[in-house]
């Protein structure tokens, strides 16, 4: 495959600890995975002997999941941390992916989502509302996936309030951008120095797009025009 091949199809890996996360969000995963590339490596790991992974055990062959047995060596812990954080290494330094999924709420692959970001490559996160916030932060993008419907759920995001820090944030994102003689900034630039400070994604709060988060704060006004969406703070 030339280089030119790969820029247009990047190759992304999604490692799943099977232990700390439901089945039940992974279509919605594997769809936000769809912005950094194709999911064309996918790995699941577990003591697939737990009945507690019976909903994974289900989705494994429809989803092209290549599951990863890891035996509770020692009453009470698991070996699936360690597995993940080798085979993440080993693709990372193989020089074959160009980014990664990785769904566990777990805070102990806080400093492999920091290494990979070291390398320059995306990490997009996906855990439950109890996911330590080193966790959080240490990915490029995190999203809840309590946030997200289930995959036989067509209802859409369950909205979320906004809390204030993210708030303060896109102001002093909006504050730091080129702005044009009214006051508008470009909602790319905004979006890109926000996400310098905060791991934060939109669909964690129930909003599919950053523009339409910002479009239900009051704290902002939005423009549509030919060359992209602006925003102000007005508040």
Same mark, same amino acid.
């Given at each position: 495959?030339?280089t030119d091949e790969i820029r247009r199809?990047?190759?992304?890996?999604?490692?799943?600890?099977?232990?700390?996360?439901?089945?039940?969000?992974?279509?919605?995963?594997?769809?936000?995975?769809?912005?950094?590339?194709?999911?064309?490596?996918?790995?699941?790991?577990?003591?697939?002997?737990?009945?507690?992974?019976?909903?994974?055990?289900?989705?494994?062959?429809?989803?092209?999941?290549?599951?990863?047995?890891?035996?509770?060596?020692?009453?009470?812990?698991?070996?699936?941390?360690?597995?993940?954080?080798?085979?993440?290494?080993?693709?990372?330094?193989?020089?074959?992916?160009?980014? +990664?999924?990785?769904?566990? /709420?777990?805070?102990?692959?806080?400093?492999?989502?920091?290494?990979?970001?070291?390398?320059?490559?995306?990490?997009?996160?996906?855990g439950t509302s109890r996911t330590p916030?080193?966790?959080?932060?240490?990915?490029?993008?995190?999203?809840?996936?309590?946030?997200?419907?289930?995959?036989?759920?067509?209802?859409?995001?369950?909205?979320?309030?906004?809390?204030?820090?993210?708030?303060?944030?896109?102001?002093?994102?909006?504050?730091?951008?080129?702005?044009?003689?009214?006051?508008?900034?470009?909602?790319?630039?905004?979006?890109?120095?926000?996400?310098?400070? /905060?791991?934060?994604?939109?669909?964690?709060?129930?909003?599919?797009?950053?523009?339409?988060?910002?479009?239900?704060?009051?704290? +902002?006004?939005?423009?549509?025009?030919?060359?992209?969406?602006?925003?102000?703070?007005?508040?």
């Amino acid at each position: 495959m030339s280089t030119d091949e790969i820029r247009r199809n990047p190759n992304i890996a999604l490692l799943i600890d099977a232990d700390n996360v439901s089945a039940g969000s992974l279509d919605a995963a594997l769809t936000i995975l769809g912005d950094l590339g194709q999911v064309n490596i996918r790995r699941a790991y577990g003591n697939w002997k737990k009945p507690a992974l019976k909903g994974w055990a289900s989705v494994i062959h429809s989803h092209a999941i290549e599951p990863q047995q890891q035996f509770d060596l020692t009453k009470g812990k698991n070996a699936t941390d360690m597995k993940m954080t080798i085979d993440a290494m080993d693709l990372l330094y193989g020089g074959r992916v160009d980014g +990664f999924g990785i769904m566990s /709420s777990d805070s102990d692959f806080m400093p492999i989502a920091m290494r990979i970001r070291q390398n320059g490559l995306p990490v997009y996160g996906f855990g439950t509302s109890r996911t330590p916030e080193a966790f959080r932060q240490a990915c490029t993008r995190f999203i809840d996936l309590t946030a997200l419907p289930e995959d036989d759920e067509a209802d859409g995001l369950e909205k979320k309030a906004v809390d204030a820090e993210l708030v303060k944030h896109l102001g002093e994102a909006w504050k730091a951008s080129k702005r044009d003689e009214e006051g508008f900034a470009s909602l790319s630039e905004v979006g890109q120095r926000v996400a310098n400070r /905060s791991s934060f994604d939109a669909r964690s709060y129930g909003f599919s797009r950053l523009s339409d988060l910002i479009e239900s704060l009051p704290n +902002f006004a939005t423009e549509k025009r030919r060359d992209g969406v602006f925003v102000k703070r007005v508040r």
